[in-house]
């Protein structure tokens, strides 16, 4: 550990010497001088994020660079993108531990195995350097857990408007983790700014990826417009209790626990196809949910399709 | 330690006056002692004014990412201001920014050594 805290006190050091540098440089732009030292500084930083990652690697680390393509970022923008991407790795890391989630809470343990460490920060386009463990597979190539959290939320962010591969996301790992990746997408957006991702063990780039602001704006806006949709076929006994002919709208409460069931119908009650109210019937009944990754929130649709008198 | 007589070589063909400011600690402690790690230290006066060759010699000291693998040494630049020059700052990156850096170590809370290599300035290492 004392080798991977020094690497990181240099770092910060350098880093903030690049800083101070980067403004006197505005003040000098024709000075050769301040240039080149910028550049050599800027080599010291490189060779000391190798050192950083290989000390990491000794001691079962994975480093994660997130870096915001923009040279001064508000601290609500900086906060509000890692923290919805480290939300959006916890919730994915989660559904492969333990499949499909349709909601977005993990728990401490899923929190802490995921949980990005700050490392470092680096000036110029503004990054921030974390640490995370990560298991070590005796195939080394094998992809962890972790790793493939990490690469399907990458893969989301280049979505755009690829619904298919929101499907399949979806399909393997719930809704919960795009709904996770909606509001990563949607901080960006709002806040106009784009990422640079790189995952990084010791000297090999596992995953990276570069998304631009239009692109987060795009896939926020694809997300906002489709959402899960699940149909299940209701029979119950109850009782018809409503129904309008001229607006095809019913209502019908369910014996066994006194549901309140409101929908539309089409045929299943007209002239040819009489129905009485109030009266106990068998009801078929197709429930629609819906829910939008944008609110989260279910949309449930109810349809008669047919009615037998008991 | 090969490589880096190399380098000093061709500061010292080219004629170039500097100071090198070298990271003792590989004479007792690096991991892989093969390599060194130093700064090359100019005065802004020399920089703006040497010759072509001169400052090709010096910005691949200082830009080149690949003299590590080809000379075993980590080798950086550093024009350095005195207080009074226009681009001077507080905090600057000069030659006693790379002494500190190479000397000090908050978490190992002790000095290290640093060697200071002269050339072309009279005094010769």
């Given at each position: 550990?004392?080798?991977?805290?020094?690497?990181?006190?240099?770092?910060?050091?350098?880093?903030?010497?690049?800083?101070?540098?980067?403004?006197?440089?505005?003040?000098?732009?024709?000075?050769?001088?301040?240039?080149?030292?910028?550049?050599?500084?800027?080599?010291?930083?490189?060779?000391?994020?190798?050192?950083?990652?290989?000390?990491?690697?000794?001691?079962?680390?994975?480093?994660?660079?997130?870096?915001?393509?923009?040279?001064?970022?508000?601290?609500?923008?900086?906060?509000?993108?890692?923290?919805?991407?480290?939300?959006?790795?916890?919730?994915?890391?989660?559904?492969?531990?333990?499949?499909?989630?349709?909601?977005?809470?993990?728990?401490?343990?899923?929190?802490?195995?995921?949980?990005?460490?700050?490392?470092?920060?680096?000036?110029?386009?503004?990054?921030?350097?974390?640490?995370?463990?990560?298991?070590?597979?005796?195939?080394?190539?094998?992809?962890?857990?972790?790793?493939?959290?990490?690469?399907?939320?990458?893969?989301?962010?280049?979505?755009?408007?690829?619904?298919?591969?929101?499907?399949?996301?979806?399909?393997?790992?719930?809704?919960?983790?795009?709904?996770?990746?909606?509001?990563?997408?949607?901080?960006?957006?709002?806040?106009?700014?784009?990422?640079?991702?790189?995952?990084?063990?010791?000297?090999?780039?596992?995953?990276?990826?570069?998304?631009?602001?239009?692109?987060?704006?795009?896939?926020?806006?694809?997300?906002?417009?489709?959402?899960?949709?699940?149909?299940?076929k209701i029979i119950s006994p109850g009782l018809l209790v409503g129904a309008d002919t001229k607006s095809h709208r019913f209502h019908f409460v369910t014996s066994k626990d006194d549901v309140d069931i409101r929908g539309s119908f089409t045929d299943a009650i007209s002239e040819s196809q009489v129905a009485e109210v109030p009266r106990r019937y068998s009801a078929v009944i197709q429930k629609t949910t819906t829910t939008t990754y944008a609110t989260e929130e279910e949309t449930i649709v109810y349809f008669l399709e047919r009615l037998d008198p008991l | 330690m090969d490589g880096f007589r190399r380098i000093v070589a061709m500061l010292e063909k080219e004629n170039v006056p500097c100071e090198l400011v070298v990271d003792g600690s590989y004479l007792t402690e690096e991991i892989e002692p093969d390599d060194i790690d130093f700064a090359v230290v100019v005065t802004p006066e020399f920089y703006e004014h040497c010759t072509g060759?001169?400052?090709?010699?010096?910005?691949?000291?200082?830009?080149?990412?690949?003299?590590?693998?080809?000379?075993?040494?980590?080798?950086?630049?550093?024009?350095?201001?005195?207080?009074?020059?226009?681009?001077?700052?507080?905090?600057?990156?000069?030659?006693?920014?790379?002494?500190?850096?190479?000397?000090?170590?908050?978490?190992?809370?002790?000095?290290?050594?640093?060697?200071?290599?002269?050339?072309?300035?009279?005094?010769?290492?």
């Amino acid at each position: 550990m004392s080798q991977l805290l020094y690497v990181q006190e240099k770092l910060q050091n350098v880093g903030a010497t690049i800083g101070r540098l980067e403004m006197e440089l505005a003040r000098h732009p024709d000075s050769s001088g301040l240039a080149a030292n910028m550049r050599s500084l800027r080599k010291l930083h490189g060779n000391l994020s190798d050192d950083f990652s290989r000390a990491a690697n000794q001691l079962g680390l994975d480093v994660l660079h997130y870096r915001l393509l923009e040279d001064r970022p508000t601290a609500k923008a900086l906060s509000s993108s890692v923290g919805t991407f480290q939300e959006a790795v916890s919730v994915a890391y989660d559904a492969l531990q333990s499949g499909p989630k349709s909601r977005r809470v993990v728990s401490p343990l899923i929190t802490s195995e995921s949980a990005l460490q700050v490392a470092y920060s680096y000036p110029g386009s503004f990054g921030v350097v974390f640490t995370v463990p990560n298991t070590r597979m005796l195939i080394p190539n094998l992809p962890s857990k972790l790793d493939s959290a990490m690469q399907t939320v990458l893969d989301l962010g280049k979505a755009h408007a690829d619904k298919a591969t929101i499907s399949e996301a979806e399909r393997r790992l719930g809704k919960a983790t795009i709904s996770a990746v909606y509001s990563w997408a949607k901080a960006n957006s709002q806040n106009r700014i784009g990422t640079a991702i790189e995952w990084r063990r010791s000297d090999t780039v596992r995953a990276e990826v570069l998304i631009q602001e239009p692109e987060f704006r795009a896939l926020s806006e694809t997300l906002e417009s489709i959402g899960g949709r699940t149909e299940e076929k209701i029979i119950s006994p109850g009782l018809l209790v409503g129904a309008d002919t001229k607006s095809h709208r019913f209502h019908f409460v369910t014996s066994k626990d006194d549901v309140d069931i409101r929908g539309s119908f089409t045929d299943a009650i007209s002239e040819s196809q009489v129905a009485e109210v109030p009266r106990r019937y068998s009801a078929v009944i197709q429930k629609t949910t819906t829910t939008t990754y944008a609110t989260e929130e279910e949309t449930i649709v109810y349809f008669l399709e047919r009615l037998d008198p008991l | 330690m090969d490589g880096f007589r190399r380098i000093v070589a061709m500061l010292e063909k080219e004629n170039v006056p500097c100071e090198l400011v070298v990271d003792g600690s590989y004479l007792t402690e690096e991991i892989e002692p093969d390599d060194i790690d130093f700064a090359v230290v100019v005065t802004p006066e020399f920089y703006e004014h040497c010759t072509g060759a001169q400052r090709q010699l010096l910005d691949w000291i200082g830009d080149n990412k690949d003299i590590p693998a080809t000379h075993l040494c980590d080798c950086y630049l550093c024009v350095t201001y005195k207080e009074g020059d226009p681009e001077w700052f507080e905090g600057i990156y000069d030659r006693a920014w790379w002494i500190d850096f190479f000397a000090e170590s908050v978490v190992f809370k002790r000095d290290r050594g640093v060697a200071i290599v002269k050339i072309g300035m009279g005094v010769e290492r």
